[in-house]
Antibody, heavy 117, light 107 residues
């Protein structure tokens, strides 16, 4: 069955970076684009960007350009999102989600990132 | 960006009630509208895609309708397990955007 397994919770200091992972299993990794979504109590759900695992091509929400960098490792069927220059406003739960045509059909379990000194 | 306005933000209903949640887009989204249910501490779960297509495994009491800018999620007979927060989501234009959510409480 399709599974997206995300890495564990992170507590990081302001100004630093963090790299989150999302390991896919149960399907051909390069067959579906992968998305990243941010969830906070205040802003709700925000789409960050999408990556084509086959080509590495990406598209970002303008709001997250320069903040998020999406990559993949095809050999391990893993998608990554690096968040840079972290501030407390980056504290959130981050999800990876597989896209199927025009909907997210499978989601990772989410990872909480806390930015605090 | 396309703004997705959901209403109501909070809904309290009884088991057996018919419940409707609305989502209004700031421009035509050509029926590229999905509905998700989220329970506390869990990832969102897809209920309906492309306005009115029921995702596999989702009970038939859930249905969706709409066109243009106005969309509706209907639960025909509310069950205790239907509590949670419901989000609409548009996939017509970049950036993809979500509604602000409707919290459904069971009376």
């Amino acid at each position: 069955q399709v599974q997206l397994q995300q890495s564990g919770a992170e507590l990081v200091k302001p100004g630093t970076s963090v790299k989150l992972s999302c390991k896919a299993s149960g399907y051909t990794f390069t067959s579906n684009h992968m998305n990243w979504i941010k969830q906070t109590t205040g802003q709700g759900l925000e789409w960050i960007g999408i990556i084509n695992p086959g080509s590495g091509g990406t598209s970002y929400n303008v709001k997250f350009k320069g903040k998020a960098t999406l990559t993949v490792d095809k050999s391990s069927s893993t998608a990554f999102m690096q968040l840079s220059s972290l501030t407390p406003e980056d504290s959130a739960v981050y999800y990876c989600a597989r896209i199927n045509q025009r909907y997210f059909d499978y989601w990772g379990q989410g990872v909480m990132v806390t930015v605090s000194s | 960006d396309i703004q997705m306005t959901q209403s109501p933000s909070l809904l309290s209903a009884s088991v057996g009630d018919r419940v409707t949640i609305n989502c209004k887009a700031s421009q035509n989204i050509n029926k590229y509208l999905n509905w998700y249910q989220q329970k506390l501490g869990e990832a969102p779960k897809l209920l309906i895609y492309n306005t009115n297509n029921l995702q596999t495994g989702i009970p038939s009491r859930f249905s969706g309708s709409g066109s243009g800018t106005d969309y509706t999620l209907t639960i025909s007979s509310l069950q205790p397990e239907d509590f949670g927060t419901y989000f609409c989501f548009q996939h017509n234009s970049w950036p993809l955007t979500f509604g602000s959510g409707t919290k459904l409480e069971i009376k």
